[in-house]
């Protein structure tokens, strides 16, 4: 979680314009990946690494221009779509604006929920329900039994899918939320084991 958190991070970090992905989703393979899991030989571990910028545009200062491959705010595939994406007006938004580092938020916290809970948002609803439901606003429901998601994650992954861009928490805030999650469950596991006695 923390290598795509961090290559999001490195994207809004360009120098001279955030790089917005666009098209954050799927580990699932039902509409095809966009994280690509390979053997680091540096780090000598499995990293994440982003994937598919088709998407993907530099956020300019004033909005105006934009270098986008692609001119439909709904390429994406709508269960990880943020809601602006699909009707910027209802937000008060241009087309060009709906695009924004807090609509990757939302979708890396789709892709999230998604690697937590082994299936994709809306699983087991059909691709013109999930539609619906995103177009009015609906997140998905939070899984029973999912040890992964406690209600501290499902609260934060609820404030990353404010209707309210400006609501959502911070790439930063995201990563710091993960990072202390990952550290917990270190140290209970590393606690649990107990040595053995001769």
């Not at 910027?88 to 809970?117: A, N």
């Not at 948002?121 to 406690?150: H, K, T």
């Not at 805030?173 to 040595?195: E, K």
Request: charged share 25%; aromatic share 8%.
């Amino acid at each position: 979680l923390l290598d795509i958190i961090d290559g999001v991070s490195y994207l809004h970090s360009h120098p001279s314009a955030p790089i917005i992905h666009g098209d954050l989703k799927g580990v699932s393979g039902i509409t095809g990946n966009n994280i690509l899991i390979d053997f680091d030989v540096t780090r000598q571990r499995q990293t994440a690494r982003l994937i598919d910028f088709g998407l993907s545009h530099i956020m300019e200062a004033d909005m105006e221009h934009e270098a986008a491959t692609t001119s439909t705010a709904t390429s994406g595939n709508a269960r990880w779509l943020a809601f602006e994406r699909f009707d910027p007006e209802q937000y008060g938004l241009r087309q060009s604006e709906s695009r924004t580092t807090k609509s990757d938020v939302f979708e890396l916290t789709r892709t999230i929920f998604e690697i937590l809970t082994g299936g994709p948002p809306f699983q087991g609803m059909p691709d013109y329900r999930a539609l619906n439901a995103v177009l009015r606003g609906s997140n998905p429901e939070r899984p029973d039994g999912c040890r992964w998601i406690d209600d501290d994650r499902w609260n934060l992954m609820l404030k990353c899918w404010s209707p309210d861009r400006d609501a959502r928490p911070s790439l930063d805030a995201l990563r710091q939320d993960i990072d202390q999650s990952i550290w917990l469950d270190l140290f209970l596991v590393s606690s649990r084991i107990v040595p053995e006695r001769r």
